[in-house]
């Protein structure tokens, strides 16, 4: 690599057994906020393991790219994928130790589910030019069928004296009056697979896909029996965002606002962060702090 010609290898070395820069003094594009134009990724920024230099590598490199045609950054948020979450944590809070990415560091795990990576991600691959048409075309025929199912289930009226006899079997309660069948569909004993054995018209619904018809089931299902706890999550990951958009890098000198604790304006000096929800992320920074700021910004 032209740029690597002078380079010199000082000490190879394995895992977090080196100094590493602080990431707080990235960018969530992970460009550096001292060196224009340049961007770190992996364990130089203070992570361990492969997933996590994986996420990183991804993001800068796309970044870098569009940093060269004069883009404007790509950023993943904490609602759209665990790579939103490694990032947001690593320019927000920093470092003490290496950092993994655990599932329990995610706010929003229901929406940050295995079934649902397409539906996050597919469209934001494909305008950024790493997806193919192909794997567009295959999402939105999938979206297409996921609909369909959900649609069906939500219209489709059962009556009990059909089906009793089978749920009585299964385990589940037989029903006194007439439903419809996503109400059977919510119930922990059944599924669209046992339901589709009883209700002939739903099997032919779920056999109208191509292929990956048992994948396109499992997406339906998920979304039907989580539908109240995904559709609140996403009520607070909207809350959320609403601060997201609230610019405050510049507006402010921290030192000067004393209706800040001491310690929220030492971590908002250092940090300098981009939004309102970024500085709420902030170890130290309290709602109250919040709040001031809120107030100052004129909202």
Not at 31 to 52: D, P
Not at 207 to 219: D, F, L, S, V
Not at 248 to 253: L, T, V
Request: glycine share 6%; charged share 30%; net charge neutral.
């Amino acid at each position: 690599m032209p740029a690597f010609k002078d380079v010199k290898v000082y000490r190879p070395g394995y895992a977090i057994e080196y100094d590493f820069f602080d990431p707080t003094q990235l960018y969530h594009s992970l460009e550096s906020k001292i060196i224009a134009n340049l961007f770190f990724a992996g364990q130089v920024n203070g992570t361990t393991g492969y997933e996590e230099a994986g996420g990183q590598g991804t993001l800068a490199g796309i970044n870098a790219a569009l940093k060269a045609g004069s883009s404007e950054p790509f950023v993943l948020h904490r609602d759209e994928a665990y790579i939103g979450v490694l990032i947001d944590d690593l320019v927000t809070k920093g470092v003490d130790e290496p950092y993994r990415m655990f599932t329990s560091r995610a706010e929003y795990r229901i929406l940050l589910r295995q079934d649902d990576a397409d539906a996050r991600l597919t469209e934001k691959a494909y305008e950024l030019g790493l997806a193919k048409r192909e794997r567009i075309d295959w999402w939105i025929e999938k979206k297409k069928h996921i609909e369909e199912i959900e649609t069906f289930c939500q219209n489709f009226a059962i009556k009990p004296k059909l089906i009793n006899s089978s749920l009585e079997a299964l385990g589940t309660t037989p029903l006194q009056f007439g439903c419809k069948l996503i109400d059977l569909v919510n119930r922990p004993q059944l599924n669209l697979a046992n339901l589709s054995e009883m209700i002939p018209q739903l099997k032919e619904v779920l056999n109208r896909p191509n292929n990956r018809k048992e994948e396109i089931a499992e997406a339906a299902e998920v979304r039907m029996k989580y539908k109240g706890y995904i559709e609140h999550e996403r009520m607070v990951a909207e809350k959320m965002h609403r601060l997201e958009n609230i610019k405050i890098r510049g507006h402010f000198n921290y030192e000067e606002l004393k209706g800040l604790s001491t310690e929220c304006r030492q971590k908002l000096m250092k940090i300098q962060p981009e939004t309102l929800a970024q500085a709420s992320r902030i170890p130290g920074v309290s709602p109250s702090d919040i709040n001031v700021l809120l107030v100052l910004m004129g909202r």
